[in-house]
């Protein structure tokens, strides 16, 4: 079954990302997809693999993030989806309050147990 991460980008915060998955020892990773929240295509990680072949593995979502006028707050949610429906207890965010001339740069971590 199909695993999606879709990407929420808070506070009118814009930025971009890159999505890399790992090994079952956490090594090797392979970066498979990158984006902005200011381009056409949707902020939604299509993971290369089935649900099956994710079991212990790593997913790490690196971003960078910039409030919209300085100084002001950002954030970063990522939800898993597995055939279209929302794992529950699978979602995180990242906050962070941003000064003048500041970026942030969120890492999101998703260990698939």
Do not use: W
């Not at 506070?11 to 890159?18: D, E, I, K, R």
């Not at 207890?89 to 962070?96: G, Q």
């Not at 003048?100 to 698939?112: E, H, S, V, Y």
Request: hydrophobic share 40%; net charge neutral.
């Amino acid at each position: 079954m199909k695993v999606t991460v879709k990407l929420t980008f808070g506070f009118a915060s814009v930025g971009s990302y890159q999505a890399t998955l790992f090994d079952k020892n956490d090594k090797n990773g392979h970066t498979f997809d990158k984006g902005t929240s200011i381009d056409n295509k949707p902020d939604v990680i299509d993971l290369p693999e089935p649900a099956q072949g994710l079991l212990k593995r790593t997913l790490l979502i690196e971003a960078a993030l910039v409030p919209p006028m300085p100084p002001d707050m950002v954030s970063l949610t990522a939800e898993v989806l597995q055939g279209g429906k929302v794992i529950p207890d699978a979602s995180m965010t990242s906050k962070a309050a941003i000064g003048p001339g500041q970026k942030a740069t969120p890492m999101l971590f998703i260990r698939f147990e």
